[in-house]
Every structure is written in structure tokens, then in C-alpha cells.
């Protein structure tokens, strides 16, 4: 049975290689898994990080921009944390 403390040492681990935080990789763990260490310790297991952004990511904050700008309230991007996606491991 896999405990929350060795889930949490793992994704600790696993995350600083990019860093990011345990709290930063549970945040884009699917909800529906949330409450299972275990579970959690899986998907990450067979999940790379990607800093790659998906395309409808990209539009969306595209999107975001011009209404920021529009309404003079545009925030710098260095402001911003850098985004990751879990992404399956080929």
C-alpha cells in the first residue's frame, strides 16, 4: 500500500528536477484521483513533464493578452509562473 508520505517524497523528488513542487504537480493531477496516494503516484510514474504548450493553450492566452491589453490592464509574462502538462511517456 503506497502512503502519502512516499507519494509526497516522490513527487518532491520528481518535481524539483523541473522546479516545480509537490503542490505544482498535484495541481495538474485529474481530480477524479486526488484522494489516492496511490493513484497519484502512478500517474506520475508514467507521465513526463512537458514545458511544451498545446495549441488551444497557446490560443487561449492569446485571447487573454488582447482583452488584458484592451482594457489596460496587460500583466507582464515574466510575472507568470511557467506552465507543464503531465504527457504520456512514448
Request: net charge negative; with cysteine.
Amino acid at each position: 500500500m503506497t502512503t502519502w508520505t512516499e507519494t509526497t517524497n516522490y513527487l518532491i523528488d520528481r518535481g524539483n528536477h523541473y522546479g516545480l513542487s509537490a503542490q505544482d504537480l498535484l495541481n495538474q493531477t485529474p481530480d477524479l484521483i486526488q484522494n489516492n496516494p496511490a493513484a497519484i503516484l502512478t500517474f506520475w510514474q508514467d507521465k513526463d513533464i512537458s514545458h511544451v504548450l498545446p495549441k488551444g493553450y497557446l490560443q487561449a492566452r492569446a485571447i487573454e493578452h488582447c482583452l488584458e491589453a484592451a482594457t489596460h490592464r496587460f500583466k507582464h509574462v515574466t510575472n507568470e509562473p511557467v506552465p507543464f502538462f503531465p504527457e504520456g511517456i512514448d
